[in-house]
């Protein structure tokens, strides 16, 4: 069962319309509420404390109200007034014969001789008003703006044709297009035409359209303006919380209220209604809605809590339907279940990944029996998307081993061994993946071959690899020294960071102090402006052979890379970051192939933004890496002393490219997903696109 549109109306404006008939209260409101009951909205009884205060155990706080006495409208002057008033108004002709009555010495001699009628003197001001000014301020009205959000009028064919445009090519949940996708059918939503609205029909679309309406509409000619972003944001959180309430209604028993036990005894009712999508099957919407809603909650709402929540409803779902185990089964609903299951399994291990905490299940567990979906046009992207993400997650566990061994000081031995180990990994993936032909047109539009997904999800995997590789060789590399002001994935916040000769910080660099070599001699030069860690380079040398981890009491423990080995490693996976980035397909909601992006409408200046930018994360690893490289480039070779060869200005020019690359990736995402700007942010306040390095 869902909501009605008259519901969903009556619940998105914030000031109804008043009924013809007012009811009346059988006890009258009091006139000062408690701020409780104020922000609640709720009825108030004005005792103190008020009776909703002590059901609730709040504080009721009262605050002395500010009218003075009950409001007056003013009433505005029907049109017919000025017509009668202009019609009254005298003529030319009259006005000149007044004006010689006026000078008549009987004028002077009566009661108020000297003062000329107030009638004349408006019509003489507003005569003077309108030569003077009339035609400049035809030209001088505002454009009045009014804010517009995306929808598709609760029309669950557009619905879906928008979600093959904007999420399928980095979130395949639903099965291939039936047909390819035709020219997106926005009806925009004006802010004042709340009155208009129609609600979608089931989770699954209310869940799409909570994505969708954070796209700018094309329609909309400043959608970059606070009130637009405003009122993009109230209406798609409005719809996510009605996908939820969606959820809960289709699983609620009506005997759960009446007669509890009769609905113990009783099985599932089964759903009725149309489906959504014509090759998923009712019991699967769900799942696929909370799967959406937990990007939603990570690259909207900044709210990793939720995003963990929700997926991990979507995976006891999953499993209660035996999603991870379906082999023999195969019908038309087939394909439907195996991206169900698998996109479930990637936003878990994702949701662990950006939060930096252990994933909720096990991730090689044996009874993950179910086969992979298929892309017609590329059979091998799934497997290689999922064994992706399953080398983040690896590193990402690492990452947190690691630095619970650093903080309790305990034996590293069985955490060299890992760093060799994911090592050995990734560098055959890696280096299969630079091998990877990625040609699609950046602008391909979805077919039923799904091109445009496989160049998506090689994209991606290329991404996750190198990003992997990064979180394990950083640490020897840059010795894990903050650069951001704000703490992303884990990578630590200049807030919290120790100081550069903070044990844990020198025990990292203790590599270079023990293997004897000499600090650079530019140890004692200013850094330069931009410089991030002007001391990184008085404490590695390129020439070192190792990296060694030191304890206050006990024997240095030799890691398996060297500084400079490593460096060069992450410098390199950074490169491969922000090239993938940069072959990442974009929508089209034109359905023309062309060879650049699209615009978001005919008059706008913004290009299309991605979607479903979960991995948004493996941006900032890789920016970490390049502006760690830029800053240990800038200590040793300033570019004040003028003498910078053809090596250092190609890497500069490399470095500069990577950073501006991840720029440009997060301003796109960030259209759409505003939680992204703060990760803009910390990539613009690096980057002097001016002045370069």
Same mark, same amino acid.
């Given at each position: ?70 409001? +007056? ?10 017509h009668d008033l202009a019609i009254s ?71 879906? $044709?928008?979600?093959? +445009? ?10 291939? @297009? ?21 609600? @979608? ?24 303006? =606070? ?30 209220? %009446? ?60 499993? $209660? ?39 909720t299940f096990e991730v090689f567990a =044996? ?52 760093m060799r180990e994911l090592e050995r ?7 299969? #993946? ?71 910080? %020198? ?54 890379? #060297? ?74 070779? =300033? ?55």
């Amino acid at each position: 069962m869902t909501m009605s549109e008259g519901d969903g109306a009556q619940r998105l404006t914030t000031q109804a319309s008043q009924p013809q008939s007012r009811k009346k209260f059988a006890i009258p409101p009091v006139k000062n509420a408690c701020l409780s009951c104020r922000a609640s909205r709720t009825r108030c009884n004005g005792e103190r404390p008020c009776a909703s205060c002590v059901t609730k155990d709040r504080e009721c706080v009262y605050k002395p109200s500010r009218r003075g006495g009950p409001r +007056i409208r003013k009433k505005s002057r029907p049109l017919s007034d000025y017509h009668d008033l202009a019609i009254s108004l005298p003529t030319q002709q009259e006005e000149i014969e007044q004006a010689f009555e006026a000078l008549l010495i009987e004028s002077y001699i009566e009661p108020g001789a000297g003062l000329k009628p107030l009638a004349d003197i408006w019509r003489d001001s507003d005569a003077i008003y309108d030569n003077l000014f009339q035609d400049a301020m035809v030209d001088s009205i505002p454009h009045i703006k009014v804010p517009m959000v995306r929808t598709y009028g609760g029309n669950d064919r557009a619905i879906l $044709n928008a979600y093959y +445009i904007w999420i399928h090519p980095y979130f395949p949940i639903l099965p291939p @297009p039936e047909t390819a996708p035709v020219f997106d059918q926005v009806v925009p939503l004006q802010e004042t035409q709340r009155d208009k609205f129609e609600e @979608p029909s089931s989770a699954i679309s209310l869940a799409i359209s909570a994505i969708l309406a954070l796209i700018p509409c094309p329609q909309d000619s400043n959608p970059l303006e =606070p009130e637009s972003v405003r009122w993009r944001r109230t209406y798609s959180q409005f719809l996510a919380k009605a996908a939820l309430e969606s959820i809960e209604t289709e699983t609620e028993r009506p005997e759960s209220s %009446v007669e509890p036990p009769k609905a113990l005894d009783d099985s599932d009712d089964e759903i009725f209604r149309e489906k959504f999508h014509s090759q998923v099957p009712l019991e699967l919407e769900s799942v696929i809605a909370l799967d959406l809603l937990s990007v939603y909650e990570y690259a909207q709402r900044g709210n990793l809590k939720k995003m963990r929540a929700r997926v991990g409803a979507a995976l006891m779902s999953a499993m $209660n339907l035996m999603l991870h185990t379906r082999n023999g089964v195969e019908d038309e609903y087939t394909e439907a279940r195996r991206r169900t299951w698998w996109m479930t399994y990637i936003c878990v291990c994702q949701g662990s990944i950006v939060s930096n905490t252990p994933p909720t299940f096990e991730v090689f567990a =044996p009874s993950f029996t179910a086969k992979y979906p298929t892309i017609k046009a590329d059979p091998e992207a799934w497997p290689l998307f999922v064994q992706a993400q399953q080398a983040i997650l690896a590193a990402t566990q690492f990452v947190i081993e690691f630095n619970k061994a650093r903080k309790e000081q305990s034996d590293m031995t069985r955490i060299f061994n890992r760093m060799r180990e994911l090592e050995r990994l990734l560098e055959p993936l890696i280096t299969k #993946s630079e091998a990877w032909v990625l040609n699609c047109p950046l602008t391909q539009p979805v077919d039923q071959s799904e091109l445009v997904l496989s160049q998506s999800l090689r994209c991606i995997s290329r991404i996750k690899l190198n990003s992997a590789r990064i979180k394990v060789h950083r640490y020897c590399a840059f010795f894990d020294l903050a650069v951001f002001s704000a703490k992303h994935c884990d990578l630590k916040s200049t807030r919290d960071q120790e100081t550069v000769d903070s044990p844990d910080v %020198v025990q990292l660099q203790s590599c270079c102090t023990n293997m004897g070599s000499t600090p650079s001699t530019l140890s004692n030069s200013s850094p330069s402006a931009g410089s991030v860690s002007p001391t990184l380079s008085s404490r590695s040398t390129p020439n070192a052979d190792c990296c060694g981890f030191t304890y206050q009491s006990g024997p240095v423990l030799t890691f398996p890379f #060297s500084t400079h080995h490593s460096s060069k490693i992450c410098l390199k996976s950074a490169l491969n970051i922000a090239q993938a980035f940069d072959s990442l397909p974009y929508p089209n909601p034109t359905g023309t192939l062309g060879d650049t992006p699209c615009y978001i409408g005919p008059g706008s200046t913004l290009i299309t933004p991605r979607t479903m930018p979960a991995f948004a994360c493996c941006a900032m690893q890789c920016s970490y890496a390049l502006l760690m490289v830029k800053d240990r480039t800038e200590s040793m070779y =300033p570019t004040s002393t003028g003498e910078s060869g053809p090596l250092i200005n190609n890497l500069r020019d490399r470095l500069q490219q990577g950073l501006v690359s991840i720029l440009v990736t997060l301003e796109n995402y960030a259209t759409a997903f505003e939680a992204l700007g703060g990760m803009r942010d910390q990539i613009r306040d690096k980057v002097d696109l001016a002045l370069g390095f």
